[in-house]
């Protein structure tokens, strides 16, 4: 079986969106492949639980989690920001993404303990309170489909949940495709119901976006970061950006950089182990024995003056050996 994840951006009309179809080259001539029905939801629970790490780089922790009268289909940890993640998967169309996602990291709110003991009682690691990252929880909704109001919903900045349409083929292949949301002005904190549940949730967890950082630069560092964001985009295939509490990760199949923003540089952290790096001209520096945020053995100072070229031979060995 093939298993394959991707990820598509969610216009505000979302029926702008038309999804080609796979096809499978038999010499010269291209056989159109046919989408197969969805299994049982717990087929496609099974089969997402098996390959947590795979899809999501997530640790499994444990299935069909019990609190105060709900049922957390799939618990799940991310073990680079150290925070929970819910999943649920959805046949039917008629639910709210809104409102079952809070209704989930309410749980969690107000359970912390309940969800640190599930974690060391199926796992059998300790895990204190004070290391997990709650802020950075979130909810991952999966379906065969979400309707247009499923997908407007998720355009509201600030809402920790993801949605993830999965397809299934007739030559055992399997698609799990995010639909990612654009950068929007209207924060859901704006209008979420003042002294509700709702509100004091939005206050514990936060959703960080790329532009949330990027706000931080001044301008010229600013035109600095979209230069390597592109030069990165123009040259290389399924990269991810990951904005996280501390840092952006660019991923390919792990995280090949990471960029930290100070006031005046950014630090890119290259994810290449200690003595692997060719670096003949000894641009970047070994942070392998000190603590960092991101992901490497190595750092790279950018500044407004830095070209992206000089530094980009680099670049290029982090992401073919995390590809």
Same mark, same amino acid.
């Given at each position: 079986m093939i298993v394959a994840a991707s990820i598509k951006k969610v216009l505000p009309d979302c029926n702008q969106f038309k999804v080609m179809p796979l096809f499978q080259?038999?010499?010269?001539? =291209?056989?159109?492949? +046919?989408?197969?029905? #969805?299994?049982?939801?717990?087929?496609?629970?099974?089969?997402?639980?098996e390959n947590l790490d795979l899809i999501f780089d997530l640790e499994f922790v444990s299935s069909e989690f019990p609190i105060n009268g709900l049922r957390i289909d799939?618990?799940?940890?991310?073990?680079?920001?150290?925070?929970?993640?819910?999943?649920?998967?959805?046949?039917v169309k008629k639910f709210s993404v809104i409102d079952q996602g809070y209704a989930y990291l309410s749980q969690l709110v107000n359970n912390k303990a309940d969800f640190i003991l599930e974690y060391y009682e199926k796992l059998n690691k300790n895990l204190k309170r &004070?290391?997990?990252?709650?802020?950075?929880?979130?909810? #991952?909704?999966?379906?065969?489909?979400?309707?247009?109001?499923?997908?407007?919903?998720?355009?509201?900045?600030?809402?920790?949940?993801?949605?993830?349409?999965?397809?299934?083929? &007739?030559?055992?292949?399997?698609?799990?495709?995010?639909?990612?949301t654009p950068e929007t002005a209207e924060s859901f904190k704006q209008?979420?119901?003042?002294?509700?549940?709702?509100?004091? *949730?939005?206050?514990?967890?936060?959703?960080?976006?790329?532009?949330?950082?990027?706000?931080?630069?001044?301008?010229?560092?600013?035109?600095?970061?979209?230069? =390597?964001?592109?030069?990165?985009?123009?040259?290389?295939?399924?990269v991810e950006i990951k904005p996280l509490k501390r840092y952006i990760a660019f991923k390919?199949?792990?995280?090949? #950089?990471?960029? *930290?923003?100070? +006031?005046?540089? #950014?630090?890119?952290?290259?994810?290449?182990?200690?003595?692997?790096?060719?670096?003949?001209?000894? =641009?970047?520096? &070994?942070?392998?024995?000190?603590?960092?945020?991101?992901?490497?053995d190595y750092e790279i100072t950018i500044d407004e003056k830095t070209k992206i070229s000089r530094i980009w031979d680099l670049i290029e060995q982090a992401y073919n050996l995390n590809s």
């Open positions: 080259k038999q010499k010269s001539s =291209l056989i159109k492949i +046919k989408e197969q029905k #969805i299994p049982t939801e717990r087929e496609l629970q099974n089969l997402t639980e799939t618990l799940a940890f991310n073990l680079e920001t150290n925070s929970f993640a819910i999943i649920e998967y959805k046949k &004070d290391q997990v990252s709650w802020e950075q929880s979130r909810v #991952i909704f999966i379906a065969p489909k979400f309707t247009k109001y499923q997908k407007t919903a998720i355009t509201l900045r600030d809402l920790p949940f993801e949605l993830w349409e999965v397809k299934f083929y &007739d030559n055992n292949s399997v698609l799990y495709n995010r639909l990612e209008i979420a119901p003042k002294g509700s549940k709702v509100e004091k *949730v939005t206050n514990e967890i936060k959703s960080y976006s790329e532009q949330g950082h990027v706000d931080y630069l001044p301008i010229s560092l600013q035109e600095k970061y979209d230069e =390597l964001k592109e030069e990165i985009q123009n040259s290389f295939s399924n390919s199949e792990n995280n090949f #950089i990471s960029t *930290v923003f100070r +006031k005046n540089a #950014i630090k890119v952290f290259i994810n290449v182990p200690k003595g692997q790096l060719r670096d003949p001209q000894s =641009l970047a520096r &070994d942070v392998s024995s000190i603590g960092h945020w991101g992901t490497g």
